[in-house]
């Protein structure tokens, strides 16, 4: 909630984002006809268990594989006591073979720059500021400025003077047309661009298997002073966790005294 007696006319309040949305566009999939044929032509028996998600059957199916463990070889262990195991002894590679596509929004350029860092396990999509026209974009807002007026009332303007600015270089250099050659629009919006803020909207498609989801969880979920971070770093664990809740089973998803979410590994 913005706070009153910042000045903030309605307009300026149009420049913040709704803030981050995580879509989930695709997961992983068992193809039964497949696994019919593989277990018939191998005279192997899986015995299932009823509550896992296919993306946890995937990594069970693949982990059997490894041993061969159907059958009279299949111990006793749920699907869930069989992955905890996986990741007990570090055979954690077998977790690769469930991914997920996902789409997040409302996030800023600055979150995508240390999301793109993680280099395995994850491949990126993200919005082109050369193609796209960024005149209307909007902006996130920091939680710490949130709570302050007098920072609240300089960040509207700044931002203000900045997306305006981005309009009038837009302006002055003739790309207003969209019949502009697609290059010479792209030369334009790469200039124009170069005033935008970190705080610049942005959208991100990744694709990313449950070992890379488990290590960002657990090198970016409680850096306490990152709170975009930690936002997104709650969507993706609560999504993980509908999606495959053995991955996330040794998280927690906790309210940090600050009053904003924050995913720890408990072990
Ligand atoms: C609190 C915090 C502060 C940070 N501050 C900064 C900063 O000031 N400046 C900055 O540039 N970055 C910073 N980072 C980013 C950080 O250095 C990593 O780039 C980022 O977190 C991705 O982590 P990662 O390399 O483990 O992930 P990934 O790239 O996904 O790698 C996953 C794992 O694979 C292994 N691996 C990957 N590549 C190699 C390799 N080349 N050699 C050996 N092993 C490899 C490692 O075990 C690694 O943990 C910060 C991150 C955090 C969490």
Known sequence: MLMSGTGEGKDDLELISAGPRLYVLSRPSLNSEDLASFLSEEAAEWKRSSSATMAEEI?????????????????????????????????????????????????????????????????????????????????????????????????LQLLKQLRQGYNSIVHNLGGVESTEPKERLRAIRSAARSVLPNATETKIVFSANGRSLRHFLSTRGAVEGDMEMRKVAALIFSRLTSEAPTLTSDFELQVHNDGYPIVRHVK
């Open 59 to 155: 990594i069970e199916l693949a982990g059997r594989i490894c041993y061969m463990s159907f059958g009279r070889r299949q111990s006793p262990k749920s699907n869930a006591a069989y992955i905890r195991r996986l990741i007990e002894q570090q055979h954690e590679s077998v977790l690769e073979h469930a991914s997920w596509t996902l789409l997040l929004t409302g996030i800023s350029r600055a979150f995508t720059h240390q999301i793109v860092r993680h280099r395995i396990g994850f491949s990126f999509s993200q919005l082109s500021q050369q193609y796209h026209d960024e005149g209307n974009t909007k902006f996130i807002l920091p939680e710490e400025i949130r709570h302050s007026p007098a920072a609240l009332l300089l960040w």
